[in-house]
């Protein structure tokens, strides 16, 4: 069999993330084998606790190219972490397991053919802390790739793309320039020429409500209208500024493959409420294919067993091919 596996971090110990794999095992029409990096121990406690039952396949992290992997099994690269109870809550006492996972993850996606990796949710606050913005920024540094990365929320249907992430309102500005918005685009497009065999229709939002202010110089006049510009006269299928609070209406919406805003509410709430979890985090511009389920830790929720698992479903489908 031909096969690509696809790497899985489970992330933050103390989050839904392995309910959700479960139940994502559950539903089982993967092709490609699954390679969960994950403390056994922690894979073991939740299983129990949360009364699934899967046999598990323990693999050497260093012959993931030659193992004949089963697909019904969960197979597993173990990595040691040590906790105190069976659910505690989230702290910086996680952060060098988090860390050995990702570190783990990447040696295998350098060394061995893989489709793409996909990790689980992360606490920004205790593991990433003021270091990165996101996990997205952290996979960027940590492959060499500073800047020249960016975050597309994936729907078959219609993407949204940030140009600015995980930043407070009042430095949004700070954080805009023609050359950002020129470089997403480009990154947006080769991702659908390579995936999709098609040059992507994308509507760019300007920043102002109703793209306008009544300073005597808006972000629309001084960055983004150039930068459309710019890339109209470079072929690229784009249209805008346009309002943000009415791009999003089905009569408008329904022209674009992706909408590319100036900051990350500003298109994730209404990707969000559109399509629930049926949308994925996809990273462009990294080494290979990195995609986050559309959900966070959600530690409240922790050992209830009533999590959504859509989001890791459309991902791994994504990787499936």
Do not use: W
């Not at 906790?83 to 783990?104: G, L, R």
């Not at 006049?221 to 930068?227: F, L, M």
């Not at 784009?238 to 909408?259: C, H, L, R, W």
């Amino acid at each position: 069999m031909n096969y690509k596996p696809i790497i899985v971090i489970a992330g933050e110990p103390y989050s839904v993330f392995l309910e959700i794999f479960f139940k994502t095992k559950k539903y089982n029409k993967f092709k490609n084998p699954i390679v969960l990096i994950v403390s056994k121990k922690l894979l073991k406690q939740q299983m129990k606790k949360l009364n699934y039952t899967f046999e598990i396949n323990s693999i050497d992290k260093n012959k993931v190219d030659t193992y004949k992997f089963n697909t019904k099994k969960i197979n597993i690269i173990d990595v040691n972490f040590e906790f105190t109870k069976t659910f505690d809550k989230i702290s910086d006492k996680s952060n060098s397991y988090i860390t050995e996972c990702f570190k783990t993850g990447l040696k295998i996606l350098k060394e061995n053919k893989c489709s793409g990796l996909i990790n689980g949710p992360i606490s920004k606050k205790n593991f990433l802390k003021e270091s990165f913005l996101g996990i997205t920024e952290y996979l960027a540094n940590k492959t060499n790739k500073k800047n020249e990365v960016s975050m597309l929320i994936y729907n078959k249907k219609l993407s949204v793309s940030p140009i600015t992430t995980h930043l407070p309102l009042k430095k949004v500005h700070r954080y805009l320039s023609k050359k950002k918005i020129i470089k997403q685009v480009k990154l947006i497009n080769e991702f659908y020429k390579n995936r999709f065999k098609k040059n992507p229709r994308i509507a760019i939002t300007g920043l102002n409500p109703h793209c306008e202010s009544n300073y005597k110089s808006s972000e629309e006049d001084k960055i983004i209208k150039p930068a459309i510009k710019y890339l109209i006269s470079k072929k690229y299928k784009v249209k805008g500024p346009f309002a943000a609070d009415t791009i999003f209406m089905s009569e408008q919406s329904k022209n674009y493959d992706v909408i590319v805003g100036m900051y990350h509410d500003q298109v994730l709430i209404p990707a969000k409420t559109l399509f629930g979890f049926n949308s994925i985090n996809i990273t462009l511009g990294l080494p290979f294919i990195r995609i986050s389920p559309d959900h966070g830790p959600n530690s409240s929720m922790l050992g209830k067993n009533k999590s959504n698992p859509q989001s890791l479903i459309e991902a791994l489908k994504f990787l499936d091919n």
